[in-house]
């Protein structure tokens, strides 16, 4: 008897874990949020490796796609905020999560270090995956796919019901400030982020005006159909006296195009 306890103890001391890894695709910065409620903001981008979903239209198909997983590094939270840390010059600055899907991977770690040193972080991802560390965050971006992306898998309400819980489940009682960013591309997209408009009244909405000449579908930007896009929307919102919405373009793809790490 005593030997069996024994052993049940000794199984349930745990060995030293090793460190996490985080799949990393790139870190660049200091840049500005060229999109949604921190338009604007300097803030350095940490960009994970690895995607649930598989948008037709994404601009960063070299942080999705398996082929590129070899171009992906795996990092310890340390080395990751050493490598922010080098980008800002050591001073503290908004740090932003982006992919892929940041949220398939471990980042709590990077948060609370991160946290201790003064760095700020906000997350884009699409509310497929959520993760208890959300409510750790400063800002959370949820960017539910409407049909224009052509993103193979439908939106799961619930999940992204989950993300905003998750978010709201503080220990210490501070949350992330969290909106909703739906990228247009047509009409049917309108209807979509109505949709959730429908379902999320008190989240601040954001409208990004769709790329829809991103890297791999064209060989150039086409700045003058974004833009075209873009009035459209807001001709559109105006005629629907929606009011309660903001209308943005990625405002780095106007200013720098396609280029990767601006
Ligand atoms: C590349 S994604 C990475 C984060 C996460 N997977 C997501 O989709 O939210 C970052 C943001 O870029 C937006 N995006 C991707 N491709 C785009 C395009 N062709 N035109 C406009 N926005 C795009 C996404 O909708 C998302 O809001
Ligand atoms: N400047 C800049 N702003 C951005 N906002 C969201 C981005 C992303 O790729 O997630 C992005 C990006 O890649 N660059
Ligand atoms: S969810 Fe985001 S990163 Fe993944 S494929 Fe779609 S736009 Fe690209
Ligand atoms: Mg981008």
Redesign the pocket.
Known sequence: MSIISETNRSERVSLPQAPKKIAISECFGPTIQG??ALIGRPTVFVRTGG?D?R?Q????LY?VLPEHREEWKPMTAQEVLNEVRQLSQDRPILVTL?????AMQPLEELLDLGHAEGYTFAI???GSIAQPWFAKLDYL???P?APG?RNPHPTNWERLERCIQYARQSKDGKTPNICL???IFDEEDYQYAHGVADRYPEIPLYL?????T?PHLADSIDIQGILGRMDWLIQRVVDDQWFEVTILP?LH?LLWGNKRGV
Do not use: F, W
């Open positions: 999109e949604g995607c979903y948008c239209r994404c601009d960063t942080a982006s992919g892929g899907n940041p884009e991802t699409q971006t949820l960017s796919k992306m960013k739906i990228v990004q005006a769709g790329n829809h991103p990625q793809t």
